[in-house]
Nanobody
Framework: QVQLVESGGGLVQPGGSLRLSCAASENIFSIYVMRWYRQAPGKRRELVAGITAGSSTNYADSVKGRFTISRDNAKNTVYLQMNSLKPEDTAVYSC???????????WGQGTQVTVSS
């Protein structure tokens, strides 16, 4: 059972930055796709960014040019650097690990990001 623990959320003013971290309990990055999702109150969960085992990345149009997903294999940690934050980025951000070959999927508990003045 893979465990994912997110951290780094908080309250930030518009235009500010935050870096979210997702620490995995074991080294899974070579076989899992890692993704960040977010869900705002009253809205559906949406994919924010993903990184494959081969380090290919993809982003939602709403965050392109502002957010960057990366990972540190030695620390079993995936990051989401969020710059130029907007109030509409306010949501609970969750980390997901998915193994395409088996269908296994694991979620973290989520971390709240609030962008407000």
């Amino acid at each position: 059972q893979v465990q994912l623990v997110e951290s780094g959320g908080g309250l930030v003013q518009p235009g500010g930055s935050l870096r979210l971290s997702c620490a995995a309990s074991e080294n899974i990055f070579s076989i899992y796709v890692m993704r960040w999702y977010r869900q705002a109150p009253g809205k559906r969960r949406e994919l924010v960014a993903g990184i494959t085992a081969g380090s290919s990345t993809n982003y939602a149009d709403s965050v392109k040019g502002r957010f960057t997903i990366s990972r540190d294999n030695a620390k079993n940690t995936v990051y989401l650097q969020m710059n130029s934050l907007k109030p509409e980025d306010t949501a609970v951000y969750s980390c997901n690990a998915a193994q395409p070959a088996t269908g296994r999927s694991y979620w973290g508990q989520g971390t709240q990001v609030t962008v407000s003045s």
